[in-house]
């Protein structure tokens, strides 16, 4: 990467350190993006939301993992999980995966390992992380059933992640800082974007209407009331409360899902029977303790996911630098939005470098 002309190192770095807000409202961006995208499992991710850090590597430790917190935090704002045993694993994945690929670029060159490697590495480390998190706190042993085909799509969208990164850094005239031609975007730009604004039905009740800090407050404690329930009926009874609530609300998403991971965290617990046994088929057999553990840990995985979306907003200001830098991300992440008409598969890197200047226009790389 080439810095412009006449600039020095430190310069170039404080350039870059201009660049984070951008950089974690892109994250977001990819990250809204990816959240629409069916999955079996909702702790399951594509890695979209990877390429930011990527492209960032080269950035100091300090900012580097600001933005990598940054983009945990938003994320989990965006997907209402932050309550939720769904935010322990993106958070213990991430930040392991963003080390890894840290140190990774740092003590092996570019002429050795390109993106894709480090891409590689780093959601391979998320991955296991992720799975080992998942046995432990819902999925019991069972999880190990998914270790494989979880590694092999890892392996997948880190390489697809990673040669993508490596062309847009290459072809990326805002990266490079090189001037990039503005202005409206085409009129079927702008039709396509009016076609992508349609209306919601209003929910029965607006949480806008709330501060968000009393609601984040009473989040945590109907959180802690969830996690210090022991028996799997109390728990049970907290989901449906939640669930209700994130009806209401119209943030409970798609009903299918939600019991397609209940179902599932179900299954993966009753794969390891104890207990009485209170039905048989073939070799399988269903005991008491098995299921009751099972719709326990479901109900509490899935209330708290309910209890977050109902609770926690985008609205929400964290002190300190990290939410200035948050309320900034999300500020330019809803100038994305508007434009997200203007950007087509076919032409995604002129069209993202054409967004991106028109948000941020200084150059992000930098030299070391």
């Known amino acids: 990467m080439v810095r412009p002309p006449g600039t020095t190192v430190e310069a170039s770095l404080d350039a870059a350190a201009s660049r984070l807000p951008i950089l974690a409202a892109l994250s977001l961006f990819l990250s809204t993006i990816e959240y629409m995208i069916p999955k079996p499992l909702p702790f399951i991710r594509l890695g979209l939301a990877n390429a930011p850090l990527l492209i960032a590597l080269r950035l100091p430790l300090s900012q580097f993992f600001t ?7 938003g994320q989990a704002l965006i997907s209402g999980t932050l309550f939720s045993y769904i935010f322990l694993l993106s958070l213990s994945g991430t930040a392991l995966s963003a080390a890894a690929m840290y140190l990774l ?4 060159s ?6 894709a490697g480090v891409s590689i590495t780093g959601a391979l480390v998320s991955n296991v992380t992720q799975v080992a998190l998942a046995r432990s706190f819902f999925l019991g042993p069972g999880a190990l059933y998914i270790m494989p085909p979880f590694l092999a799509m890892g392996t997948v969208s880190g390489t697809a992640l990673g040669l993508f990164c490596q062309h847009f850094t290459a072809k990326s005239r805002w990266y490079s800082g090189a001037p990039v031609e503005t202005g409206a975007p085409p009129p079927e730009a702008a039709a396509s974007q009016a076609a992508t ?10 949480t806008g209407r709330l501060p968000p800090a009393p609601l984040f407050a009473a989040g945590l404690l109907l959180s802690a009331l969830m996690l210090f329930a022991e028996a799997p009926l109390t728990r049970t009874a907290l989901f449906l409360v939640f669930l209700l609530a994130a009806i209401v609300t119209g943030k409970a998403g798609k009903l299918i899902v939600t019991l397609i991971f209940f179902a599932v965290i179900v ?15 073939g070799v399988f057999s269903l005991t008491e303790g098995a299921l009751l553990q099972g719709i326990g840990k479901a109900a509490t995985v899935e209330g708290l996911v309910m209890l977050s979306r109902v609770t926690v907003s985008p609205g929400l200001r964290l002190p300190g630098r990290v939410g200035a830098l948050l309320a900034e991300a999300f500020t330019l ?6 434009r997200k008409g203007s950007i087509h598969a076919k032409t995604f890197i002129s069209d993202i470098d054409r967004v991106l200047t028109e948000i941020a226009p200084a150059p992000i790389s930098v030299n070391s």
């Open 105 to 108: 670029r740092r003590a092996v």
């Open 333 to 338: 992440l809803n100038r994305l939005l508007e």
């Open 197 to 206: 604004g349609k209306r919601r039905s209003p929910p029965l009740f607006d």
């Open 267 to 281: 299954l993966f617990n009753a794969l390891l029977p104890y207990g009485r046994v209170i039905w048989r088929l």
């Open 67 to 73: 933005l990598v917190f940054v983009k945990i935090l």
């Open 110 to 115: 570019e002429k050795y390992m390109s993106l």
